[in-house]
């Protein structure tokens, strides 16, 4: 059996692995034997992803740094027709020079995202293929050192500006003939840890929303599907930090010396913690749920994330907590 492939098409997917001669745009007759069962799988994918990509709008959310800003520009590369947004007007500027199209929004903000969905609608006219919800960030802290306030700024920009861009996307999302609706959630989504509550509670929030859309949704062309990294290279313990220091008072908590060694991480770019990945490894699985004729409703990112849901599962709940606790230091 042999592999016709254009080998110009599987350039412009980044086809990294050697496995076929560059010729141009030859077409060129491979044996299949030699691309190995992983090569094949990866040649696969790769072509899938250039079928009619430049009909197929998708709006990704926080694309300044990190996860959203690698996906937007990746995609854009292999021919999807991006909308990226980003909260200050210094990175919209700074994307566009990227050759993206992004709209300023503001997920805290009910005008910004009401006019951010107008200009949607006008750029797609009327069908949205994917809307990857990534803007987000993490407020850490123990719960009973967090005020209300802190707790509201946390569901709002996680939960609640999530639900409405949903809400107001849905009937784009609907006019398309094979949608996906994807959350970018965390392994936090699944598992508690202390000092991360309103993140941990936010994420759960989000895990139920996106399981109850997938039933609501069941009759529809939209299928839902949730992202759960765990730890990703990012500017997140930039925002992190910034959010502690808003709302933390810790010379005044029971959790001072702790909140310094948490600081100390938060400080550190953690390019060298042992299970930290970088955006690809998202990108990744987001293709997949692109690409796949039946995406899975979950997607787990990074070792901790695909071995504390199952502990959870396998553990008695008291064993889980010592485990998550010494994790935790």
């Known amino acids: 059996m042999h592999i016709k492939c254009h080998v110009q098409i599987l350039i412009n997917c980044r086809c990294v692995t050697g496995c076929l001669p560059r010729y141009g745009s030859t077409i060129v007759d491979y044996p299949e034997s030699h691309l190995g069962h992983s090569g094949h799988q990866l040649v696969e994918r790769r072509l899938r992803l250039t079928v ?40 919209v500027e700074r994307l ?47 719960l009973e050192d967090l005020p209300v306030a802190a707790l509201r700024e946390q569901f709002e920009t996680n939960v609640f500006s999530w639900h409405e861009l949903t809400r107001q996307l849905l009937p784009l999302l609907k006019a398309s003939s094979d949608a996906r609706l994807i959350y970018n959630s965390s392994v936090l989504g699944e598992v508690a840890m202390p000092l991360r509550g309103a993140y941990v509670a936010s994420k759960f929030a989000i895990e139920g929303m996106a399981d109850t859309l997938r039933l609501e949704l069941a009759d529809t062309s939209v299928k839902v599907v949730l992202i759960e990294p765990g730890p990703i290279q990012s500017q997140f313990r930039d925002n992190a930090y910034q959010a502690f220091m808003r709302h933390i008072d810790k010379n005044n908590s029971r959790f001072s010396a702790t909140y310094d060694n948490m600081i100390a991480r938060l400080q550190r770019d953690g390019l060298n913690d042992k299970f930290t990945l970088g ?3 998202v990108l990744e699985v987001l293709e997949s749920a692109l690409t796949a004729t039946n995406p899975r409703p979950r997607y787990r990112v990074t070792r ?18 010592k485990l998550l606790l010494k994790a935790a230091d």
């Not at 990704?60 to 990190?66: K, V």
């Not at 800003?69 to 909260?87: D, E, M, V």
């Not at 901790?304 to 907590?321: F, G, H, I, Q, S």
């Open 279 to 281: 955006p690809e490894a």
């Open 52 to 91: 009619d990509n430049t009909q197929k709008w998708i709006l990704i959310t926080g694309c300044s740094t990190g996860i959203g800003r690698h996906c937007a520009l990746a995609l854009h590369q292999q021919g999807y027709s991006i909308i990226a947004s980003c909260r200050r007007q210094e990175d």
């Open 96 to 142: 566009q020079k990227e050759g993206l199209t992004v709209l300023p929004l503001d997920l805290r903000d009910g005008r910004s995202l009401n006019e951010a969905v107008e200009q949607i609608h006008a750029l797609t006219g009327g069908k949205l293929y994917a809307l990857f919800h990534n803007g987000a960030y993490g407020q850490p802290g123990a």
């Open 304 to 321: 901790p994330a695909r071995v504390l849901p199952w502990l959870k599962r396998l553990l008695p709940t008291r064993m889980l907590d």
